[in-house]
């Protein structure tokens, strides 16, 4: 594993399309949006970006399978989760 190629050389290499190492970066980047969110209490927020993050891992899935694309989908989808959650906790306390 020390000489493994990174994302971007494999890109550079044409091993990797542009596409799919955008779908990378933006998947991350979604997941670090949706916890911000959810730290300020915007549980709607939260589950968006989760939820779109989770599709740019899966979308990273269907040509490359690193393994933090299959952590990146199973944390986007428990953050849709946590975020739907808190929305419907939100919404019972308003009830009452």
């Not at 899966?58 to 990146?72: C, D, K, N, S, Y």
Request: proline share 5%; charged share 15%.
């Amino acid at each position: 594993m020390d000489n493994a190629p990174s994302a971007v050389e494999m890109t550079r290499n044409g091993d990797l399309r542009p596409i799919s190492l955008l779908a990378f970066v933006l998947s991350g980047a979604l997941m670090l949006i949706g916890a911000a969110m959810l730290l300020w209490r915007k549980p709607l927020s939260a589950s968006i970006a989760y939820a779109i993050s989770s599709l740019f891992a899966a979308l990273v899935m269907v040509e490359w399978r690193p393994p933090l694309a299959f952590t990146g989908l199973g944390i986007g989808l428990i953050g849709v989760l946590v975020g739907v959650h808190m929305r419907l906790q939100v919404r019972a306390a308003r009830a009452d």
